[in-house]
């Protein structure tokens, strides 16, 4: 059966998807422009493109968007005033990426996730395919693949060709896992790493749960993303998987419920004593954040603490600025006071550090609306669960800042028009009936 609204504009559409899944993998210097404007180009492509979208789609600019835009920019005047510098970069990125999250929400509707889903499903073959070769042949790929790389965008990356990351030896505890004595790769996909990567797949794997209505049978798509999920072998990528077994057990009936519940709870106890979850564990304790910025501040380098450390860094940093935050003013963190330059990676610390008590209540508040709206738009029970989730990546990942995570967590009535959250409703219904499943 063919629907018209999935025909029109596709190849456009998902092509626009691709683009903003890739840049959200943040694997190449070209995509991470979007936060750093080294290039112009690669800053400058996603937001031609989603103009280009815009128009193509007709949106209009919602009065509630404006509304955002001038608060944004009123809390820009703030920090301002405060620390009496201008940082109009710091004001440009969050612009940027409010703009195109927007005209994704407003312009594809329902078929945002109807496309994020099968780009990750063909993403994930494709990771598959090359994991597999990885394994075999390590040292073939690398040579071939750096052959054809695009400049890495981060030290993790040692070659990558928009679909499939090589990480760097480097860091083999990062990219490698023992099992039983056998040593394997971690699948990274098109992602800077593993972990990036694995959460990608977790969203994914819950758009495929909801709208296929928890079906298992006959669903190929959700059994490849599983399996290529399993191949990333991280912690949060795991982690949340669990939570969508819980996720798709309270969905079904209670009885049959139930009985999953002694299922997740030895996958659970099992899970947790495999050598990488239980590495992660125990490296929590090994913590020494005096050390690494003695260490930083010595040998003049940037240091990279894990999320848990990188929370609490960031934590001290929120009490510093509790109510706005240092905002763009990355002289204000206290590392950098004295004298170190850490990279913080935790997604959730730095909206209290960067954004203060503005940033946390804006956060919680739109992801609790927007997670109570999804429940409604594809009717399932537990609009806490997708809350989880989103605060789960943004514990370990900052991936949240980026334009597509935005559109997981930014689908509410502050953001949309009341008409527009009314089209966005039937689209859902005129391409998905009651009793009609897309394969």
């Known amino acids: 059966m063919k629907f018209p609204l999935l025909q029109k504009n596709r190849i456009l559409d998902q092509l626009f998807v691709f683009m903003l899944i890739i840049y959200a993998g943040s694997a190449t210097a070209f995509v991470r422009s979007m936060a750093s404007w080294e290039n112009l180009i690669g800053l400058l492509l996603p937001i031609i493109f989603a103009l280009i979208i815009g128009f193509w789609h007709r949106i209009n600019i919602s009065k509630n968007f404006i509304y955002l835009v001038l608060g944004y920019t009123l809390y820009n005047f703030i920090l301002t005033v405060k620390f009496q510098v201008i940082h109009p970069r710091f004001f440009g990125i969050y612009l940027i990426s409010f703009l195109i999250a927007y005209i994704t929400i407003a312009s594809l509707r329902y078929r945002f996730f109807i496309y994020y889903e099968r780009i990750l499903y063909y993403l994930a073959i494709i990771a598959l395919v090359f994991w597999g070769i990885h394994i075999i042949a390590p040292v073939a790929l690398s040579n071939i693949l750096s052959?054809?790389?695009?400049?890495?965008?981060?030290?993790?990356?040692?070659?990558?060709?928009?679909?499939?990351?090589?990480?760097?030896?480097?860091?083999?505890?990062?990219?490698?896992?023992?099992?039983?004595?056998?040593?394997?790769?971690?699948?990274?996909?098109?992602?800077?790493?593993?972990?990036?990567?694995?959460?990608?797949?977790?969203?994914?794997?819950?758009?495929?749960?909801?709208?296929?209505?928890?079906?298992l049978h006959n669903n190929m798509k959700l059994w490849i993303l599983t399996v290529t999920l399993i191949t990333t072998f991280s912690t949060t990528g795991i982690s949340i998987f669990l939570l969508l077994i819980v996720f798709y057990a309270?969905?079904?009936?209670?009885?049959?419920?139930?009985?999953?519940?002694?299922?997740?709870?030895?996958?659970?106890?099992?899970v947790s004593t495999l050598s990488f979850m239980a590495e992660k564990l125990v490296d929590v304790s090994e913590y020494n954040t005096e050390d690494m910025i003695e260490n930083s501040i010595t040998y003049e380098n940037q240091s990279t603490p894990q999320r848990l450390e990188s929370l609490e860094i960031d934590f001290v940093d929120f009490l510093n600025n509790p109510f706005f935050g240092y905002g763009g003013h990355m002289q204000e963190r206290w590392t950098a006071k004295l004298g170190a330059d850490i990279a913080t990676i935790s997604g959730i610390g730095k909206v209290m550090a960067v954004f203060g008590i503005v940033g946390i209540l804006f956060f919680f508040y739109n992801l609790i609306k927007t997670s109570k709206e999804l429940s409604i738009l594809f009717r399932f029970k537990g609009w806490f669960f997708p809350f989880i989730v989103i605060i789960m990546i943004s514990i370990s990942y900052s991936l949240i800042f980026t334009s597509l995570l935005m559109?997981?967590?930014?689908?509410?009535?502050?953001?949309?028009?009341?008409?527009?959250?009314?089209?966005?409703?039937?689209?859902?219904?005129?391409?998905?009936?009651?009793?009609?499943?897309?394969?």
């Open 147 to 215: 052959q054809l790389s695009f400049k890495p965008g981060s030290s993790n990356v040692d070659s990558n060709i928009i679909i499939y990351t090589i990480n760097n030896l480097s860091t083999i505890e990062a990219t490698n896992i023992n099992l039983g004595g056998l040593s394997l790769v971690r699948n990274s996909g098109f992602a800077w790493e593993p972990g990036g990567f694995a959460c990608l797949i977790d969203l994914a794997i819950f758009v495929n749960l909801i709208r296929t209505r928890f079906r």
């Open 250 to 270: 309270y969905n079904q009936k209670f009885r049959f419920g139930l009985l999953f519940v002694p299922i997740i709870i030895g996958l659970g106890i099992y």
């Open 407 to 439: 559109c997981f967590w930014l689908i509410n009535s502050t953001y949309l028009s009341k008409k527009q959250k009314i089209g966005y409703l039937l689209d859902r219904f005129r391409i998905v009936k009651p009793s009609t499943r897309i394969g």
